[in-house]
């Protein structure tokens, strides 16, 4: 029974290491997007855009 445990949690941490892989690979490529302006052209990627680059300059005027 433990050795049954052992691979489930074996395997689950596994994909739980490769998710977060292509997780932080999907947002680090949705970022580039973003600072390019190639995310789309529909009301939520415009919306999406301003409220980033907004946000990128605040934080960049608040921590100055």
């Known amino acids: 029974m433990k050795e049954e445990a052992a691979r489930l949690h074996e395997r689950t941490n596994t994909w739980h ?9 999907f947002h680090k490529l949705h ?21 980033y680059t907004n946000g990128k300059r605040l934080i960049k005027k608040v921590t100055r």
């Open 17 to 25: 290491h490769k998710h977060n892989t292509r997780v932080a690979e």
């Open 31 to 51: 970022a580039e997007q973003l600072e390019q302006g190639t995310n789309g052209t529909s009301w939520l990627a415009r919306w999406e855009r301003f409220v």
